[in-house]
């Protein structure tokens, strides 16, 4: 009764509409090399693979599977994942990419660029996979540059491991 009204509260059960799906988190993956997360909507909600998934902070990850009735996300800290990313206050592109345990690795592909604790990571304009502009974490720690680029951790502002619901966004941004 509670997780019924709390919901009512919040408006999350009708939270629906054209331009995106709400779905619980029925199953997660998080500690394991493989990390992803399981939602209680599929096809038959209208999920497509590749779909962007949101949740409270920002950008999750994107669906890589569905069912009829469930569909499967590939976290940005799962390993198979590779995303562009905006860095606003430098206003430069960068690439993210999961490794497997909490904090994905920020590459730039200059060492030259300004890159600072704090600074914050969104999606890309430039990117053929999310919408722009979505928040996705900021700049925890900045190695030491390698070769010809600069490499960072960045803490989701999304935590996988704590969300319960989520967005899936129905955009495509081929069209």
């Keep these: ?3 019924q009204r709390l919901r009512e509260i919040l408006s999350l059960r009708d939270s629906s509409n054209k331009d995106n799906i709400s779905a619980a988190v029925i199953s997660r993956k998080t500690g394991s090399w493989w990390r992803q997360l399981t939602l ?3 096809s038959k909600d209208g999920v ?3 779909s962007p998934v949101i949740g409270p902070g920002g950008l999750l990850g994107r669906v890589n599977n569905t069912s009829f009735f469930t569909s499967s996300v590939t976290l940005l800290t799962s390993p198979e994942s590779k ?3 905006w860095v606003d206050r430098i206003q430069v592109n960068g690439l993210l990419i999961g490794l497997g345990d909490n904090y994905p690795s920020l590459i730039l592909y200059s060492k ?4 600072k604790v704090g600074d914050f990571i969104s999606s890309s304009p430039a990117s053929t996979l999310f919408p722009p502009n979505i928040p996705i974490g900021i700049v925890q720690s900045v190695e030491k540059p390698f070769k010809a680029q600069k490499t960072a951790k960045i803490s989701l502002m999304a935590k996988p491991q704590v969300i319960d619901w989520v967005q899936i966004l129905k955009v495509n941004i081929n069209e």
């Design 1 to 3: 009764k509670d997780n």
């Design 48 to 50: 497509e693979i590749g």
């Design 112 to 115: 030259d660029y300004d890159l």
């Design 40 to 42: 209680n909507k599929g």
């Design 83 to 85: 995303v562009g990313v």
